[in-house]
């Protein structure tokens, strides 16, 4: 099976979700979309070793060349990290989502169809070669968790979550695009292992910076870094099995591996690693510190997830180095932070993962997480308490878990920058300790998770459901996944070498990195990491016992959230809105027009100014015959008329005159078509404003007004102005390529005898589409109109 018909496989499998909506099979929705996770692991899964022998699996299908945005599909050792994450994660959640809803109160093949899109969605991203497909696939991803976020709409706060997720992710994606499209500019090309070589061309051009900032903009906004950070605990009004799929191996992953998929580009300015250091050290901060106030164990586990993000992100900042020729001496220190960051992405998503499902068996058995009411659910539920324990430990950063491993290459990270040139000792240390400290509230709310629904005292008065059993079937991914948390504590190195050596190899272009990949052991010595280790321990466990300490979040000031600001701006905006609304929308069609054309003027007025009128050679006015001087004549009369008349039907006559005089015209040029075109657009026309104003009142006859008729003075000399400009300058040299030249050579371009099927199927598709679109749209407006029921009430009806 290859790259592309995983996408076929998955559309496939939507498909027949779709078929079961509103029948009685609708039930096994759930068992039928877990078909394509365990496909797509199984085809990732027998792809790793192709992928360590150094190939690439690669599907190509050209789409607009002209533009260079083509279905171009890679998948390498970095894609195939994600890859498995995806699918394999994905395959967890689906199962538990299985026994987490219930076919009679939730709507299953929405919720499937959401889901598989949204996996869809995130294969796209990351195996996309094409920068444009890239992000229409990025932006599927935030629609698709739209759609997941707001399963449950009827909640006012599922709408805002999901509001709020896709404003400030499709904010992140839109400058993401416009520094793709620099980069275009700037290579010439959409392909991004094409850009990738081009890192001198691309460096050297002025807009390098800004694409750059653009591009970590987009990345920031996804996985959630300071200060864009504040969608993710908002989201977690989504089911618990979004989340834990959104939350542990998909959408906020998404930033890092766009990160990692341009380190090579990114890494060449050390301010911009500055910046990525800085905003993952700030969110780790940010994320931990506030994740041990929360009482909603959903929300505790979103700030953590915001938190070990934000130490993800700082890795990556610092491993961008290693593609700086300037800091070549350093380059096995930034090697090994990139392959800290990608372990602990690993690492995290398994532990993550498990969490969530745990306390959505807590919430699904319990009916509730707030920690005020758990406690005391070790007797009733131990199998879901060592699960979550285990994932929770891991998270800490104790040893005997996988999180261990991951967290002692952070700190190893941190504690190499003091021996760089980049780094001084002063930053180093200001480093350290801001990991240090995320590290201590880390390990603080990681005992919480454990603490305060597990142990303590069992008030079943105060849980609204007490739990009668361990989770049942809720328990059978939690188990599996968590399974891999002690695994990969003693196989780290099997991991790196197959999955994270070919990874950053691919990101390296350079086959020379797989022999400088880190070896991983869990006893490095008396290293300062193990002493910083100790510490957290130390100071963690004094904070856990000593909880007096937390009072200091009741004296924080809601103003300083950046919730705050987010409601200030969006009410702002709100408010905008609807002033500028009211203001442009008073239900006066004159002044709609007005407007038109006064913008209409300003583009055009703009563009003569840039451009200047162009050098009037000659111009050329056919002699008139009497005849057609009467026309005219007959034409300006109607339309000075048209001025003065304040009644509806003989406004219409007139429009119908000036409009068959043009007819005439068309026939004293020798333009029968056009004529004919002309007289049956009108009659129509006509026909149809007759129709429509039978049932009209006569306009009313406002008083003059002089400001107003001058506008309307004004406007018409402008439109005429600037229509003697237009004709004279087309008579001019052709700035362009003859259109002709597309008439003459229609069988060549288009492979068309008929030269009207040409124009309207070829040369102009787009334009015959919308102008179909159109006149649909006016078809069914008209249709409403002659259907519509007068009501014999009606006061201004005339009859």
């Keep these: 099976m290859g790259l592309i018909w995983i996408f076929f496989m998955i559309i496939a499998v939507i498909c027949a979700v779709l078929l079961t909506m509103k029948t009685k099979f609708s039930r096994f929705a759930g068992w039928l979309s877990l078909i394509a996770p365990v496909l797509s692991s199984i085809y990732f899964i027998s792809q790793i070793k192709t992928i360590y022998q150094g190939h690439s699996v690669t599907y190509f299908k050209a789409w607009m060349p002209l533009i260079d945005v083509n279905l171009d599909l890679r998948l390498d050792g970095l894609s195939l990290i994600f890859g498995l994450l995806i699918s394999l994660i994905g395959a967890g959640v689906f199962l538990y989502a299985i026994y987490y809803l219930s076919h009679k109160k939730n709507n299953l093949p929405r919720f499937y169809t959401y889901l598989l899109m949204f996996m869809l969605a995130m294969f796209g991203v990351v195996l996309s070669n094409n920068t444009i497909l890239l992000y229409t696939f990025w932006e599927l991803t935030s629609i698709s968790s739209f759609l997941l976020i707001s399963y449950w709409y009827q909640r006012e706060k599922s709408q805002e979550g999901a509001l709020k997720s896709f404003l400030i992710t499709v904010f992140g994606g839109m400058a993401m695009l416009i520094g793709l499209i620099i980069l275009y500019v700037i290579t010439g090309t959409n392909t991004i292992t094409k850009q990738v070589d081009m890192i001198d061309q691309i460096f050297a051009s002025p807009w390098f910076i800004f694409a750059v900032l653009l591009i970590l903009l987009g990345a920031f906004t996804k996985s959630a870094q300071f200060p864009f950070h504040i969608w993710l605990p908002d989201a977690m009004e989504a ?81 961008l180095l290693a593609f700086n020729d300037q800091f070549e001496v350093d380059n096995e220190i930034f090697i090994a932070s990139l392959f800290a960051a990608i372990f602990h992405l690993i690492n995290h998503a398994i532990f993550k993962s498990v969490l969530f499902m745990g306390v959505g068996i807590i919430d699904h058995e319990t009916g509730t997480r707030d920690i005020n009411k758990l406690g005391g659910l070790w ?171 937390q009072k200091i979040y009741s004296k924080i000031s809601k103003k300083f959230e950046i919730n705050h600001f987010y409601n200030k701006g969006m009410a702002f905006l709100d408010s905008f809105s609807s002033i500028s609304i009211q203001g442009i929308m008073n239900n006066k069609l004159n002044q709609y027009l007005h407007i038109i054309y006064i913008i209409f003027f300003i583009i055009m007025g703009y563009g003569i100014y840039q451009v200047g009128i162009y050098d009037i050679a000659y111009y050329h006015i056919t002699a008139a015959t009497p005849f057609e001087i009467i026309i005219l004549i007959n034409i300006v009369i109607a339309a000075i008329a048209l001025m003065f008349i304040r009644e509806r039907m003989t406004m219409t006559i007139l429009n119908g005159v000036i409009g068959y005089s043009i007819a005439v015209v068309f026939i004293f040029m020798k333009a029968p078509d056009l004529a004919l075109t002309q007289l049956v657009i009108e009659t129509i026309t006509t026909v149809l404003f007759l129709l429509v104003f039978y049932h009209l ?14 506008v309307k003075l004004t406007i018409a000399f402008l439109m005429a102005v600037f229509v003697v400009i237009f004709v004279i300058m087309m008579q001019q040299d052709s700035l362009f390529d003859k259109i002709s030249f597309y008439y003459k050579n229609a069988y060549e371009l288009a492979g068309v005898k008929n030269i009207v099927n040409g124009i309207l199927g070829d040369f102009r598709a787009l334009d015959t589409m919308l102008e179909g679109i159109v006149i649909l749209i006016a078809g069914l407006g008209i249709y409403t109109l002659v259907k519509f029921k007068i009501r014999k009430d009606e006061p201004n009806e005339r009859k």
Excluded at 260 to 270: A, D, H, K, N, Y
């Design 239 to 319: 089911p618990t099995p979004v989340s834990a799929y959104l939350h542990s191996a998909t959408m906020v992953k998404a930033g890092l591996y766009l990160l990692l998929r341009f380190t090579p580009i990114i890494g060449q300015s050390e301010w911009v690693v500055y910046t990525v250091v800085t905003v993952g050290l700030v969110t780790l901060l940010v994320g931990s510190f506030f994740a041990v106030s929360k009482k909603d164990l959903k929300a505790m586990l979103a700030y953590s997830t915001i938190s070990q993000l934000g130490m993800i992100m700082t890795m990556i900042g610092l491993g």
């Design 379 to 549: 007797k009733l539920m131990p199998i879901t308490a060592v699960v979550m324990a285990i994932s929770a430990l891991s998270m800490a950063g104790i040893p005997l878990f996988n999180g261990f491993l991951s967290k002692e290459k952070f700190f190893t990270s941190l504690v190499e920058t003091g021996h760089t040139e980049i780094f001084t000792q002063t930053l180093s240390i200001v480093m350290i300790a801001a990991g240090f400290i995320g590290s201590i509230f880390t390990f603080v709310y990681c005992i919480k998770l454990i603490k305060e629904p597990f142990f303590g005292t069992l008030n079943k008065k105060q849980l609204p459901n007490v739990p009668r059993h361990d989770g049942g079937g809720l328990l059978i991914a939690p188990i599996i996944i968590a399974m891999f948390v002690l695994i990969i504590f003693w196989i780290p190195n099997v991991i790196g070498e197959y999955l994270i050596g070919p990874a950053l190899r691919d990101i390296f272009h350079n086959n020379e990195i797989m022999h400088h990949i880190p070896h991983i052991q869990a006893w490095h010595g008396f290293t300062t990491e193990l002493f910083l280790t100790i510490g957290i321990y130390i100071i963690g466990s004094l904070l856990v016992i000593l909880p007096n300490w």
């Design 697 to 710: 009142p006569n306009v009313q006859k406002d008083k003059p007004h002089v400001l107003g008729e001058i």
